[in-house]
């Protein structure tokens, strides 16, 4: 069964730094891309940005660019979101997805389960 | 860069058939059949349901079913279910080659 599996919740201080990993299995994790979306307390899905694993190429929303870092380690099947210095505004849930664009066709499945990062002073 | 405009809320009694729309622009729902749609319920991941405007992935009910004039977008849902009651989503590919989701919709089954 193809799966993403998300690092556990995290509770951090504003201002500290934080990587969140999703990790793929059962699948070429090089054929397709991972995505990341933001789901805030309450709300809806917003896509933050996209990497191709098998050359680490990114795009970001320009409502994310600057604000994280979406990195990927082929060799072992995981992608990661990272933070350099959170706000108490980045407290939400994160997913990964993997991402499919390509013959004409798009979408993303499956999602990994989550990720709960909760940034309070 | 604007989320797709989706009513907050339909309903509907068992049995019965609901539309929920998903308006954009001709940068992104209009300029593509890059449309795609997930359902999530309260406390879980969103689930795949319709991809490429109107394609029903394998083990997705065919009581579901996408659709798109224009800019706008639509899920339909026939012979609502109970457990149909969930939060849904569209999800549009966008001429910046980014990706846009709508504000979500929630289904309340009577």
């Known amino acids: 069964e193809v799966q993403l599996v998300q690092s556990g919740a995290e509770v951090k201080k504003p201002g500290e730094s934080l990587r969140i990993s999703c990790k793929g299995s059962e699948y070429s994790f090089t054929s397709y891309w991972i995505s990341w979306v933001r789901q805030m307390p309450g709300k809806g899905l917003e896509w933050m940005g996209r990497?191709?694993?098998?050359?680490?190429?990114?795009k970001y929303s320009p409502s994310f660019q600057g604000h994280v870092t979406i990195s990927a380690d082929k060799s072992i099947s995981t992608a990661y979101l990272q933070w350099s210095s959170l706000k108490a505004s980045d407290t939400a849930m994160y997913y990964c997805?993997?991402?499919?664009?390509?013959?004409?066709?798009?979408?993303?499945?499956?999602w990994g389960q989550g990720t709960l990062v909760t940034v309070s002073s | 860069q604007s989320a797709l405009t989706q009513p907050a809320s339909v309903s509907g009694s068992p049995g019965q058939s609901i539309t929920i729309s998903c308006t954009g622009t001709s940068s992104d729902v209009g300029g593509y059949n890059y449309v795609s749609w997930y359902q999530q319920y309260p406390g879980k991941a969103p689930k795949f349901m319709i991809y490429d405007v109107s394609k029903r992935p394998s083990g997705v009910s065919n009581r579901f079913s996408g659709s798109k004039s224009g800019n706008t977008a639509s899920l339909t849902i026939s012979g609502l279910q109970a457990e149909d009651e969930a939060d849904y989503y569209c999800?549009?590919?966008?001429?910046?080659?980014?990706?846009?989701f709508g504000g979500g919709t929630k289904l309340t089954v009577l």
């Open positions: 990497i191709d694993p098998s050359d680490s190429y990114t």
């Open positions: 999800s549009s590919y966008t001429s910046s080659s980014t990706w846009v």
């Open positions: 997805a993997r991402h499919w664009n390509g013959d004409s066709s798009d979408w993303f499945d499956p």
